[in-house]
Nanobody, 121 residues
Framework: VQLQASGGGLVQAGGSLRLSCKASGLSFSSYAMGWFRQAPGKEREFVAYISTSDSPWYVDPAKGRFTIARDNAKNTVYLQMNSLKPEDTAVYYC????????????????WGQGTLVTVSS
């Protein structure tokens, strides 16, 4: 199984980025997908989640700014991030879990390598 995250980069505050995570080696449509992030000097935290039936869930700071979506035909999950703030600077990770529901890291079986998002003020 491989999860390949991409789309990170340097953006000014207020800008947008779309992260992608392409999965291979698993039955993608059967897995719920999540995005996590780890800011410098901080622990990794949950950002967003989408169930196998396309139900999304977001951490409060992401609500209204971030949108998670999945394309089962492309085995890909996306994270559209708008109105970015410097505090969104982090390495963003995608992850897959077999069972719907939950935001805890230990519930996710497969992880991508991370993509760096840097938001300048």
């Amino acid at each position: 199984v491989q999860l390949q995250a991409s789309g990170g980069g340097l953006v000014q505050a207020g800008g947008s980025l779309r992260l992608s995570c392409k999965a291979s080696g698993l039955s993608f449509s059967s897995y719920a997908m999540g995005w996590f992030r780890q800011a410098p000097g901080k622990e990794r935290e949950f950002v967003a989640y989408i169930s196998t039936s396309d139900s999304p869930w977001y951490v409060d700071p992401a609500k209204g700014r971030f949108t998670i979506a999945r394309d089962n035909a492309k085995n890909t999950v996306y994270l559209q991030m708008n109105s970015l703030k410097p505090e969104d600077t982090a390495v963003y990770y995608c992850a897959a879990r077999w069972v719907d529901g939950g935001t805890a890291e230990h519930e996710y079986t497969y992880w991508g390598q991370g993509t760096l998002v840097t938001v300048s003020s």
